[in-house]
C-alpha cells in the first residue's frame, strides 16, 4: 500500500481513543448499577491493567514493527499454532464487541424514539445500525479513522457535559449511600466489575491490529495505544464518579441513556436530547473503526492461512468486500441469538464474552513480549520489559478465571 494512503500517528491514536472512548462508556453506568459506587475501585484496577497492556503493545509495536496485526506476535514468538489460536479468540471477540456497541447506539436512539423499545424493535434497529456501517467501510480505512476522529470529537460533548454537570451537581451523601447497594465486599464486587469494564478498554491494541495500515508502526504504535489508554482512562472514571453522585442506583439500573439522563436532570430536556444525538454520532463512529478492525483481523488471518479466503481478500492494499459482508452476516446473527428481554442483559452478555475471548489474545502476547524481549541490547530495559509482560499476563489470565467463574 502507498504511504499516502497508510495513517499517521493523529490518525493511529483517534482510531485508538475513538474505538475506546464512546460506546464503551455510555451504556456502562447503568450496567454498573448493582454494584454500586464501590465500583469505582474496580475501574481503578481494570486502568492498571489497561495501562501495562497499553505499554506491552507499544513495546511489541517497536520490537517487531513488521507485523501484520497481533497474530504475528504470538506467531513469531512462540509458535504458528498459538498464533492462531490468539488470532481465533481476537477475531471472536471483534463482532461481538460490535454487536455491543450497534446496541449501545440504538439504546440512546431508544431514548429519543420510545418506539424503538422492546425486543422486536431494537432488533430491526440493531440490524439496520449494523449493515449501515459495513457499507461506510466500502469507502475504505482513510474514511473510516477520517470520521471515527470527527465523531469523536462530537462524542466527548456527552460524555465532558456529564462530568462537568455531574460533579458540579455532585452529591456526597447519594455517592456514599450507594457504595454497595447488595452488601457485598470489594473482593466480591471488584472483579465482576472488571469483567464489565474492561470492555470499555478494549481497542487499546486496536492500531497494532491494522499495523499494515500505519505509515510509521515503530513510532506511532506506542504513541497510539499508550495515549489512548491515558486519555481513555481519565474519562470513563470521571464519567461514572459524576452520573453516580447524582442519579440513584435503582433508577439508573433503568436507563437506556445514562449520560442523556444526567444533562436532562441538571440542564434541561432539549440539552439532553442533544447529549443522546451526539452519543449516538459517536457510537456509529466507534462502531465504524471496529468493523475496520474486524475485516482487517480477518484480512491477516486469511493472508496466515487462518481463514478461508474465499470469505475476505487478503491483501492489505485491497478493500475486504467480501470480508465485509461475511462480517454483517456475522454481526446479524449474532445479534438475532443474543436478544434478551432488555437491553442492559443483552448488553452485559456480549461485553462479558467479549473481554474474555479479548484477553486470551493478550495473554498471548504478553508472552510473546517476555520472548521477544531477549533482543533488547540494554539489561535493564530487557528486564523491565520482560516484567511488564509478566504482570500484563498475570491481570490477563485473573480476568479470564473471574469470567469462568461467574459462568
Known amino acids: 500500500m502507498q504511504d499516502s494512503l497508510k495513517i499517521g500517528p493523529l490518525l493511529a491514536t483517534l482510531l485508538v481513543a475513538g474505538n475506546m472512548i464512546g460506546a464503551g462508556v455510555y451504556l456502562l453506568p447503568a450496567s454498573l448499577a448493582p454494584f454500586g459506587t464501590s465500583s469505582l475501585m474496580g475501574w481503578l484496577a481494570a486502568a492498571g491493567g489497561a495501562i501495562a497492556l497499553a505499554g506491552v503493545f507499544a513495546i511489541l509495536g517497536r520490537l517487531r514493527p513488521d507485523a501484520d496485526g497481533l497474530l504475528d506476535y504470538p506467531r513469531i514468538a512462540l509458535h504458528p ?8 479468540a481476537y477475531w471472536v471477540g471483534c463482532p461481538l464487541s460490535n454487536v455491543a456497541i450497534a446496541l449501545a447506539a440504538v439504546g440512546y436512539l431508544t431514548s429519543l424514539f420510545p418506539a424503538l423499545s422492546g425486543a422486536v424493535p431494537t432488533l430491526i434497529a440493531l440490524l439496520g445500525v449494523i449493515w449501515l456501517f459495513v457499507l461506510i467501510n466500502l469507502a475504505g480505512a482513510r474514511t473510516v479513522t477520517g470520521l471515527g476522529g470527527a465523531a469523536l470529537a462530537l462524542g466527548l460533548l456527552p460524555v465532558l457535559s456529564a462530568i462537568v454537570l455531574g460533579l458540579a ?8 449511600a450507594a457504595w454497595s447497594p447488595e452488601g457485598k465486599s470489594l473482593s466480591q464486587t471488584v472483579p465482576g466489575v472488571v469483567l464489565l469494564v474492561f470492555w470499555a478498554f478494549t481497542g487499546l491494541e486496536c492500531a497494532n491490529a491494522i499495523a499494515a495500515k500505519v505509515r510509521n508502526p515503530a513510532r ?10 491515558l486519555l481513555a482512562g481519565t474519562i470513563y472514571i470521571l464519567a461514572c464518579v459524576a452520573v453516580q453522585g447524582v442519579i440513584p442506583p435503582a433508577e439508573l439500573a433503568r436507563s437506556t441513556a445514562p449520560f442523556a439522563d444526567v444533562v436532562t436532570r441538571l440542564a434541561g430536556p432539549i440539552a439532553g436530547t442533544l447529549v443522546a444525538i451526539f452519543a449516538i454520532i459517536k ?5 465504524g473503526g471496529w468493523i475496520l478492525v474486524t475485516v482487517e483481523t480477518a484480512r491477516a488471518g486469511a493472508l496466515a492461512g487462518y481463514f478461508p479466503r474465499f470469505l475476505t481478500e487478503a491483501d492489505p492494499a485491497v478493500t475486504p468486500r467480501r470480508g465485509l459482508f461475511f462480517s454483517g452476516i456475522l454481526m446479524s446473527v449474532i445479534a438475532v441469538t443474543t436478544v434478551a428481554p432488555t437491553l442492559a442483559k443483552q448488553f452485559n452478555a456480549l461485553i462479558s464474552l467479549t473481554v474474555a475471548t479479548t484477553m486470551m489474545t493478550y ?9 521477544l524481549a531477549r533482543s533488547i541490547a540494554a539489561p535493564g530495559r530487557r528486564l523491565a520489559a520482560q516484567a511488564l509482560g509478566l504482570a500484563a499476563l498475570a491481570f490477563s489470565l485473573w480476568v479470564i478465571w473471574t469470567w469462568i467463574a461467574s459462568l
Do not use: N
Open 283 to 287: 457510537a456509529f463512529g466507534t462502531l
Open 220 to 229: 506511532d504504535l506506542p504513541i497510539a495505544a499508550l495515549g489512548g489508554v
Open 169 to 176: 451537581a455532585f452529591d456526597p451523601a447519594l455517592f456514599a
Open 363 to 371: 495473554g498471548l502476547c504478553c508472552i510473546a513480549l517476555v520472548i
Open 81 to 88: 499454532f498459538l498464533g492462531f489460536v490468539a488470532w481465533i
